[in-house]
Each structure stands twice: as structure tokens, then as C-alpha cells.
């Protein structure tokens, strides 16, 4: 069926009547303040961290992002988990709200595509996180700066920046999720449910049962188990299914750009090491390279959701 | 287009919307069974049936809200399934309740109609003063729309179809909720737009209002139309006759000259100087006319109009209680 028209065409506006709406709107202020907050405070646990070791390591502004200072995770690791978070926030009543306030069928009785409507909302949705994220990566190289001393080098900058396009892209994920569910359910109490509830299982329940489902599969072998080595079998599987959670993805490439030393992200065998050089960085290319497959992955988990959300959309009834 | 179309054409020279077997299913129950029908340009037409007839649905076809189950509708000689954008560029639509942005005021409402219309930024501010203007809106323009009551949203519905200058405007109950004077005002301003030419189809089940604006309406009866035409067409077809007059005359052969009038049915000799008969037209000028032919004195002429209360009555068999049909 070919389509009169460009399925474009109302992209922009309703992507700037989104955006206006989520910065204006008192909710997203209180998901910035909370990811402002507990981020300020994993960052000052690492700025007291390494104030001790200035100078001796060359990627000090990196490791703002991975240190972690017990009790407080990383700053990666926390956004790793608010990120979710503010996307589903912004996310699970996109398309439900606008049947229960009843404009949406005159919004689609005006000459757009459905599509334009979910690019358009999707879009905003995205970009008011980006917006957020860059404005905490800014604040992240500030503090550096003042607290640390230490100018950033160019690959810092760059590592922090491909930190931050993944980033976003994670953002994307979740955002697709919760527009799907937005989508699929009525109700934004029940969508928002819905989409905080996988989250939870993904972030929290599936690290604890990738690992029991990999052992089902393949048992570990007590001789490896003697040595206080893991089964090679068991951790293959082990990781892929974790992979399977974005979480898992995110943290994967964030440990791939974020910590130059990293060479591979999967279990390490002994051949693998045998002529490598322990502890030397890797050029910022090769980095990137590592990090390449879970990018890719998150690209990909974006782009099923939101097809599957594309399609019960168009065939969807519009009532209200 | 097809064949079918042209001859549909052919017979009714403008044709704005033409639905041939149109038809929706949800599961095994069709809510809206093969309806055909042909709205003229120009005209109001009246979609009339009790809750859950069918009228929402045919209008969400209409306007590729919802799926075709078979059969077809055409809108300006578009299909509204494969080219929605050519329909809906050219159709306004004030759904059943409408629903706007509270947050927004009602201009900032209407601009961003305007801006997915297409319409640059001159052309919108100067399309949304004139609409505003004419709902009469003007003076509550920046307030947000949260504040607005039921009228004044209706009244908003309508100044996006004036600012879309819409060639047909669809209102789906536009005056449920209104109190009476917003009713005579709203319907007031239907009758503007079709003063400048545009095709109004209403959906409604308040009878009178629907008589007092509509051209012709079509009855529906769970998903069949069991009836169309004018009311006056209708009333002759259910209740044999439109218009009762009554004439008090003095005269010789008044009856038989009150018969040969054109278009009167049956004429009732109710005493010497009274007679009452049945027309499907207004034929009090005629018959004074009779009654000065006859040299006679014309001492009263009054005429009952024919009414669609009347005609829905016989046509859906409403008890006297009323509001069954609802929970049925
Ligand atoms: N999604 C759906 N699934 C099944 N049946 C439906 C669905 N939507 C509507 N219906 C049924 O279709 C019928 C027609 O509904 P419609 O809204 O067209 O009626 P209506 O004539 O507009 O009534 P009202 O005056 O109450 O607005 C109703 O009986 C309704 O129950
Ligand atoms: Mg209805």
C-alpha cells in the first residue's frame, strides 16, 4: 500500500509540544532531582577516593565514573539504575493518557500518520533525556576539574562522550518499553506497574537466576570447582543469558569504554591471556570495537519495542 | 473510483460521503450492518438512534478511527483506509466529549491543531483569532482549557474545524451536556457553517434539535438504518401523513376545493366550518387560496408540523417510561 503524503509530516510539532511539556512538567523535575542527588553523592565518594592517587593514573576522569566507595555504588552503576527509572517515567503514560484525557482521536482526525504521533512523542521522550544526561556529564567534568585538578585528556573526553551516547541509547530501551506498555495497557497505574516490574526482575532478579539457570543447563564440574575456577561452560552460559537484560548490556559497555585496561567482556580463559599485556590500555578505537556488540544489542531491543508498539498502535481502535 | 460511484454521482450530483455496505464487526456482532447511504453536499445530515445504535462506529469509519469490515465508505471520493491524510485534510471532527490539553490554553490548543494542519505560524494566528471569534471564545482565548465548562469546549471542538476550514465538519452528540441556550447557540453556529457551504453530518439522540437544524436524518436501529430521508419524507412514510392543518371557514364546497390541493392526503369535515386534512407539505397558503376561491371567510389556519419525537416514537416502539432502550 503506498502512503500519500510524508509519514513525517507532524513529526516536529508534536515533538516540540512533548518536550515543552516533560521540561515544564513537575514530574520530570523530581526525577532529575533524584538522579542529580544520589549522583552527586557517588561522585563525592569518589572524589574523596581519589584525591589520594592524583596524577599517577592517566584516565583519573574516567574513574570519577567507576569507583565505587562502599556504602555507595559507582556513578555508572547508579545510573545504570535510574536511568530505567526517569525513561519509564517519562514513558508509561505516553499514548494511554491521551485516550483517558479523550484528544486523541482529534489529535489523528488532523492530516498525520499515527506514526508521527509515537516518533514524535518517542523523540521527546529521548531527548529530554539526553538533555538531563548531558547536563549531568557536564557537571561530572566541572567537578573533575575543580576537586581533582586535572584537566581531561582528549580520549577522556572522548570515552566520556561515547559513555554518554550509550547512555542515552539505554535510555532509548527502556523509554520503548514504557511506551510500548503505554500502548498495550489503558491504565497508566497499570502500564507504570507493568514496566516497573520488569525492571525490577531485570536489575535485580535476573543476575540472581541467570547464573542458577546456567548451572541447570550445563553443571559445573567439580574439577574446575577444586581449583576455584568457573566451569568454562556454566559462565559462557551464564552471560548469555544475562545478556538478555539490558542492564547487563549497559554495564558491559560502560566497562568496555569507561576502563581502557578492558580487552574482552567475556569470561577469560587462559589462552586468551597467554601474550597479553596485563593492565595496559587500549587505544580508544579498540575500546569502542569491544563495546560495539552491546550497543548494538541495545540498538536492536529499542527498535523490536517500538516496532511491536508501532504495529498494535496502527491497528488499534480510537475511541476517545 | 468505481463504477458504483459514478452511478451514485450520477443520481445525487455531489455526493460528499457515500458508504455502500458498510459494515462493523467486533467478534460475531456486527454493530454497523451494512449501511448505504449518500450525504449531498451542502447539506445536514442527522445520524439519529438510540445508545449503542451504530452511530459513533459509522462515524469512526469514516474517519480510519477504526477498521472496515467490509464494504466501503468514500469521503470526497477518498477511501479513508488507504488515504487518510486526503480525508482528514479535509474533514473536521468534534468527537463525543472532546477532550483537550488542560494544561494548554485554548489558543495554545488550537495552535498545535494548526501546526499538525500544516498551517505556517501567520496563517495560524490569523485563522485562530477569526475562529475564536466566531464561537465567541475570544475573551477566555489565553485562559487554560481546565477552566473551561462543557459549552465552551464544545464551542472550542468547533473553532478547530473553522480553523481547518473543513469542506465537511462530523459532530458526534456536539449538544449532549449543553443547557438549552448553549444548544440554540451551538446549533446556531451549525447553521453558519452550512451557510458557507459546508457538509454537517450530526450524530445525536435529542430529537427536536436534530429537527430544528437537519436537512435529512437516517434512523438507526441497532446497526441498521431503518430509516432516511427528511422529516417531513419520514413522517408521511411512518405516521401516512407530514403536516396536519387545520383550516375554520365558511364557504360552499370548501372540503372538495381543500381536497384538489396538491399534495393533501385525506381531508376530515370536523364540523360545518372546520375541516382538518393531511399534507406532506405545508399547504396553508393553498388553502386559504381555496377558501377565497370559494368566496368563503378564512377564520383560523393552523398547521402541526411533522415531528421527529413522533416519527423515532413509531419507529422504535419507545415505551412510555422511556430510557429502556438503554439497557437493552
Ligand atoms: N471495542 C468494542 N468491542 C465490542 N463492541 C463494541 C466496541 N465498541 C463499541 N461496541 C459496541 O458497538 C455498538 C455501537 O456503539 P456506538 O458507540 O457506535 O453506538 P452509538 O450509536 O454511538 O451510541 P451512543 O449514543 O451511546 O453514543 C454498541 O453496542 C457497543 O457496545
Ligand atoms: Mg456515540
Not at chain 1, 543447563?217 to 559462565?235: K, Q
Amino acid at each position: 500500500m503506498r502512503r500519500e503524503g510524508s509519514a513525517f509530516q507532524g513529526v516536529g510539532a508534536v515533538f516540540v509540544k512533548e518536550l515543552s511539556d516533560n521540561i515544564s512538567s513537575v514530574r520530570m523535575l523530581m526525577l532529575e532531582l533524584l538522579i542529580v542527588l544520589t549522583a552527586m553523592a557517588a561522585l563525592y565518594e569518589a572524589i574523596t577516593a581519589l584525591r589520594q592517587n592524583t596524577a599517577e593514573d592517566p584516565f583519573l576522569l574516567l574513574r570519577l565514573f567507576t569507583v565505587s566507595q562502599a556504602p555507595l555504588p559507582s556513578f555508572v552503576a547508579i545510573l545504570g539504575f535510574l536511568i530505567p527509572l526517569m525513561a519509564i517515567g517519562l514513558g508509561f503514560d505516553l499514548i494511554n493518557s491521551e485516550h483517558n484525557r479523550r484528544t486523541l482521536s482529534r489529535i489523528l482526525a488532523q492530516p498525520i500518520y499515527r506514526d508521527a504521533l509515537l516518533l514524535g512523542k518517542y523523540l521527546a521522550g529521548l531527548a529530554t533525556i539526553a538533555i538531563s544526561l548531558t547536563a549531568l556529564w557536564l557537571l561530572v567534568i566541572g567537578l573533575g576539574l575543580i576537586f581533582l585538578g586535572v584537566p581531561p585528556g582528549g580520549e577522556e573526553i572522548a570515552r566520556s562522550l561515547a559513555f554518554l551516547v550509550i547512555a542515552i541509547f539505554y535510555a532509548g530501551v527502556w523509554l520503548s518499553l514504557a511506551m510500548l506498555l503505554s500502548i498495550v495497557f489503558r491504565s497508566p497505574a497499570t502500564a507504570a506497574l507493568v514496566a516497573l516490574g520488569i525492571w525490577l526482575f531485570l536489575t535485580v532478579l535476573w543476575p540472581m537466576l541467570a547464573p542458577a539457570i546456567a548451572q541447570a543447563i550445563v553443571p559445573p564440574d567439580p574439577r574446575f570447582a577444586a581449583l576455584g575456577l568457573d566451569t568454562p561452560g556454566t559462565a559462557i552460559w551464564t552471560q548469555l543469558l544475562q545478556r538478555f537484560s539490558p542492564n547487563d548490556l549497559f554495564g558491559e559497555a560502560m566497562l568496555a569504554v569507561l576502563s581502557p585496561t578492558t580487552r574482552t567482556l567475556g569470561p577469560v580463559f587462559l589462552d586468551q591471556i597467554r601474550g597479553a599485556v596485563m593492565g595496559a590500555p587500549l587505544p580508544f578505537g579498540q575500546s569502542v570495537m569491544i563495546a560495539w556488540p552491546q550497543t548494538v544489542g541495545l540498538i536492536a531491543c529499542t527498535i523490536v519495542l517500538f516496532v511491536a508498539g508501532y504495529v498494535l498502535f496502527q491497528r488499534q481502535e480510537v475511541r476517545a | 473510483m468505481s463504477e458504483q460511484q459514478n452511478n451514485s454521482a450520477a443520481k445525487r450530483p455531489e455526493a460528499v460521503i457515500a458508504a455502500r455496505d458498510l459494515t462493523k464487526r467486533y467478534g460475531k456482532t456486527s454493530v454497523v450492518d451494512a449501511i448505504n447511504f449518500d450525504i449531498a453536499k451542502g447539506e445536514v445530515f442527522g445520524l439519529l438512534g438510540p445508545n449503542g445504535a451504530g452511530k459513533t462506529t459509522t462515524i469512526l469509519m469514516m474517519l480510519g478511527l477504526t477498521e472496515i469490515s467490509a464494504g466501503r465508505v468514500a469521503v470526497l471520493g477518498f477511501d479513508p483506509a488507504r488515504q487518510p491524510l486526503q480525508v482528514k485534510r479535509r474533514v473536521g471532527y468534534l468527537p463525543d466529549a472532546v477532550g483537550f490539553y488542560d494544561h494548554l490554553t485554548a489558543v495554545e490548543n488550537l495552535a498545535y491543531a494548526a501546526k499538525l494542519m500544516g498551517l505556517g505560524m501567520a496563517e495560524r494566528s490569523r485563522r485562530i483569532a477569526a475562529a475564536l471569534t466566531r464561537v465567541r471564545l475570544l475573551d477566555v482565548a489565553d485562559k487554560r482549557v481546565a477552566t473551561f465548562s462543557r459549552g465552551m469546549r464544545q464551542r472550542l471542538g468547533l473553532a478547530e474545524i473553522i480553523v481547518k476550514r473543513a469542506e465537511i465538519a462530523i459532530l458526534d452528540e456536539p449538544t449532549s451536556g449543553l443547557d438549552p441556550q448553549a444548544t440554540i447557540e451551538f446549533l446556531d453556529l451549525i447553521r453558519e457553517l452550512k451557510a458557507e457551504g459546508v457538509t454537517v453530518l450530526l450524530s445525536s439522540h435529542m430529537l427536536d434539535q436534530v429537527q430544528r437544524v437537519c436537512d435529512r436524518v437516517a434512523l438507526f436501529r441497532a446497526g441498521k438504518i431503518a430509516m432516511m430521508g427528511s422529516v417531513a419524507e419520514l413522517s408521511v412514510q411512518v405516521l401516512g401523513a407530514g403536516f396536519v392543518v387545520e383550516v375554520e371557514a365558511d364557504g360552499a364546497g370548501i372540503a372538495r376545493r381543500l381536497a384538489a390541493i396538491p399534495g393533501v392526503g385525506n381531508v376530515e369535515t370536523l364540523a360545518d366550518d372546520r375541516f382538518r386534512m393531511t399534507a406532506d407539505r405545508d399547504v396553508r397558503a393553498d388553502a386559504a387560496r381555496a377558501v377565497v376561491a370559494a368566496n368563503g371567510a378564512l377564520r383560523r389556519l393552523s398547521v402541526d408540523e411533522p415531528s421527529l419525537e413522533a416519527i423515532y416514537a413509531r419507529c422504535f416502539q419507545v415505551p412510555q417510561s422511556g430510557g429502556v432502550r438503554d439497557a437493552a
